[in-house]
């Protein structure tokens, strides 16, 4: 009894609060253009703080724990470029497809219907209902700069996924996704880049479709690389030109401290840059960014020593 009621008053407190920024506060995005690092710029739809609380709110309460297609690596808990690469290492050919404009793709339809299939609590109150949609969508479609976006997509995007696994079967190949990029590869099949033509068909029935400047084939021999990550080995690796990177950025940090001194705040925002790459490289491969990392970590001692 006290749980219908705890639910019922959250769902009173979250009309009141979409009701209000409806009323009282325009725009509710901030747009600006973004550079793809692939080149290009793409559009942020960034969502002014009371809305996006309130889009946080909405993904916490109905969205996040709905189950998502085991081929989905973006966005979703305890998986990430990592274990998307993980499925296409050492294979005789890797395929990857881009999908374009791959959120605008995403229509409020679409989430209308997988709402009403997976939250049916949600969907029993009209009112609140069609207010979530519209905090959840911008223009008719999934607004890039959400924090609700990336989930929706991958509940959207759950039988698509489905679907390319089976076609995946079919050509004796694996199959994952990590947001807009779909990748492909087979241990046996030279013909996989066949594959193509079908995934085109199946992606375009669904209201989407692929950027054909950027379908890949990537053959044993030549690089071979998923999610950014190199593929050829028994294991994901670290491209080369991002440890050189790393080590550029590490020296320019060392200069940086010469001149600029350790309270500069473009050090502090280089030195959190290089501590992420490191992170994110640790995670990849630790043995690949060892000796940078406790090169860093050194120019870190030095500068608390100097400084206290």
């Not at 995005?29 to 309130?54: C, D, Q």
């Not at 793709?105 to 989430?111: H, K, L, Y």
Request: glycine residues 6%; contains cysteine.
């Amino acid at each position: 009894m006290f749980g219908w009621w705890r639910r019922r008053k959250e769902r009173r407190q979250l009309t009141e609060k979409l009701l209000f920024i409806n009323r009282n506060i325009a725009p509710h995005y901030h747009s600006f253009p973004l550079k793809k690092a692939t080149g290009g710029y793409r559009t942020i739809e960034a969502p002014v703080e009371e809305l996006k609380e309130a889009q946080r709110l909405i993904l916490k309460r109905y969205y996040y724990g709905l189950e998502c297609s085991t081929a989905a690596h973006g966005f979703v808990r305890g998986r990430s470029i990592t274990t998307c690469a993980r499925h296409h290492c050492d294979r005789l050919v890797v395929v990857a497809v881009d999908i374009k404009d791959f959120f605008p793709s995403i229509t409020r339809d679409m989430v209308e219907k997988i709402t009403r299939d997976m939250v049916p609590e949600l969907a029993k109150n009209k009112e609140l209902f069609d207010l979530v949609l519209g905090a959840i969508t911008s223009n008719d479609a999934l607004p890039q700069g959400s924090p609700a976006s990336p989930t929706l997509s991958n509940l959207v995007f759950n039988g698509i996924d489905n679907q390319l696994v089976s076609l995946a079967c079919a050509f004796k190949a694996r199959y994952s996704r990590y947001a807009d990029d779909l990748f492909f590869s087979s241990r046996y099949n030279r013909n996989l880049p066949g594959i193509i033509s079908s995934v085109e068909r199946i992606l375009n029935a669904h209201g989407f479709s692929i950027n054909r400047k950027k379908v890949r084939v990537m053959r044993r021999g030549q690089r071979q690389v998923v999610a950014g990550l190199i593929v050829n080995g028994k294991t994901p690796a670290v491209g080369r030109e991002q440890l050189r990177s790393l080590r550029a950025a590490i020296h320019l940090l060392e200069k940086e401290l010469q001149g600029a001194g350790p309270q500069s705040p473009s050090v502090a925002k280089l030195m959190e840059s290089i501590q992420g790459k490191i992170s994110f490289f640790h995670m990849v491969n630790p043995q690949s960014v060892r000796r940078l990392a406790r090169t860093f970590k050194a120019i870190c001692r030095q500068q608390a020593a100097r400084s206290s």
